[in-house]
Structures are given as structure tokens and as C-alpha cells.
């Protein structure tokens, strides 16, 4: 499903990535943990080429890009169809209902008659929670509600994968859950995840697999029981310890 191999992404001359190698596997849920400053957001960017590598191919489904070569631009926004990104920030549009920003990828970029998208729209709305929301503006929604929409517009593009940038950072505790339970729906239903958090407890329980990346290396891999009963690497103990 998802395979890197060698990639490496430099900003100026500092290497932010060094060498990733990762295989991700259809309907997998993988967890991203590891202290601030280790890659982990750089590797997701690469993934949706937000952040284009400095080396390296990657491959989603049936297409790969690789870094080495030039690559046509048309080649590369056929690629980042494959993924769909969810920020920390939700970063929806303010002057649009709930209904019309997830509408808007519909309509720009699959190019969807805007009845049909209208449809489409509803239905990821009422999946995510917030049917009787769809009039609304973003400065009506509380935070947990605005991520949730942020969730909606990304699976409104029907990506092969779902990336999760630290969705709940930017939320007060108490509607940390909510964004969360979604996120469990879809793993439920076999979508493939790559999730940056800070949750443990989301990792333990919805994780086929944890990374925890440091300095941009990917140090240690396993089954969230493993990574956090049983780490096998002395960086890992030291920062499970730290966040316990």
C-alpha cells in the first residue's frame, strides 16, 4: 500500500529525515510518536508532497514517485490525490457554511456537479456527527466540531490514504474525545491511517502499529503493546518515561 525507501529531506543543509525506510500496509493504522523536532510532521508533508523530499521514492497504491528525477507536475498532483491531510489547525474556510467547505474539494478538484457534491457533502457530515450543522460558519463550531469537518473534507476526496496531523493538539481536553471517536470509526471500517499524536491511549487501543521517531530516524517499531510495556531501545524507554 504505502512504501518509502530512502527518503530523505534536507531544509538548508539540515537533514530533517535520514533515511526512511517504511511499509505500510492496506486498512493499517500506524501511530507516529516521538519528542518535537524528530520528523515526525516532515515525514507525513512528504507523504501528501506538501513537503517535497530531498531524496528518496514513494510509493501509494499503484503509483510512486521518485525523488531523484524530475518529475512532471501533473505527475505529482496525480500522487497527492492519494492521501488526504487533516491539520492540527483546521484551517476551514470562514466564509463558507460547514456544508460548503466540505463541498469545495468536490467541486474544485474531483470537479463534481454541485448537487451531487451537495449529496456527498451530507452524508460525510452526518458520518462524522454534525447533521445539523451543515448551515453553520466554523466561528459557530467549537473546536472539536471544526476538526471534525476538517475530517469530513478530507474523506470527501476519497484518498487511498488518511494522514493525521496531531488532530487534537489544538483542542481544550474536553472535546478531545469526540475528534478522537471518529478516528476509531474509520479504523473501524478499514481505512488506512497514518497518525502523528501525542495520544497514548488512542495509539494503544485503535494502532495495528507505533513508530516513535527520533532525530529523524525511526528507532523503534512495534505493536502498541510492545512499545509501551516493552520498548526495546534506551531513546524509547526515555521518552515513554518522560509523557508517562
Known amino acids: 500500500m504505502i512504501n518509502i525507501q530512502g527518503l530523505v529531506k534536507r531544509f538548508n543543509q539540515v537533514e530533517v529525515l535520514r533515511g526512511i525506510d517504511l511499509s505500510i500496509e492496506k486498512g493499517q493504522v500506524i501511530v507516529v510518536i516521538g519528542p518535537s523536532g524528530s520528523g515526525k510532521t516532515t515525514l507525513l ?4 508532497v506538501l513537503e517535497v523530499p530531498s531524496e528518496g ?3 501509494i497504491g499503484d503509483q510512486a514517485l521518485d525523488f ?16 488526504a491531510m487533516v491539520f492540527q489547525h483546521y484551517n476551514l474556510f470562514p466564509h463558507m457554511t460547514v456544508l460548503q467547505n466540505v463541498m469545495e ?7 463534481e456537479d454541485k448537487g451531487k457534491a451537495r449529496e456527498k457533502a451530507a452524508i460525510l ?3 462524522v456527527g454534525l447533521a445539523d450543522k451543515l448551515d453553520y460558519y466554523p466561528n459557530q463550531l467549537s473546536g472539536g466540531q471544526q476538526q471534525r469537518v476538517g475530517i469530513a473534507r478530507a474523506l ?15 483542542l481544550d481536553p474536553e472535546l478531545v474525545g469526540e ?5 476509531k470509526d474509520l479504523a473501524g ?8 499524536t501525542h495520544e497514548m491511549r488512542f495509539a494503544n487501543d485503535v494502532a495495528n502499529e507505533v513508530l516513535f521517531m527520533d532525530q529523524g530516524r525511526i528507532i523503534e517499531r512495534s505493536t502498541p503493546s510492545d512499545m509501551f510495556m516493552h520498548p526495546k531501545e534506551e531513546r524509547t524507554r526515555q521518552f515513554l518515561n518522560l509523557i508517562k
Request: glycine share 4%; with cysteine; proline share 3%.
Open 68 to 83: 531523484s528525477k524530475r518529475m512532471a507536475k501533473k505527475e505529482v498532483e496525480s500522487f497527492r490525490k492519494k492521501s
Open 179 to 183: 475528534v478522537l471517536q471518529v478516528m
Open 189 to 196: 471500517e478499514g481505512i488506512t491511517m497514518v497518525v502523528v
Open 45 to 48: 508533508r512528504c507523504l501528501n
Open 156 to 170: 470527501a476526496l476519497e484518498p487511498e490514504v488518511m494522514l493525521f496531523d496531531e488532530p487534537t493538539s489544538a
Open 125 to 127: 457530515l452526518q458520518k
Open 105 to 111: 474539494g468536490l467541486v474544485t478538484v474531483k470537479k
Open 57 to 59: 521514492i514513494i510509493r
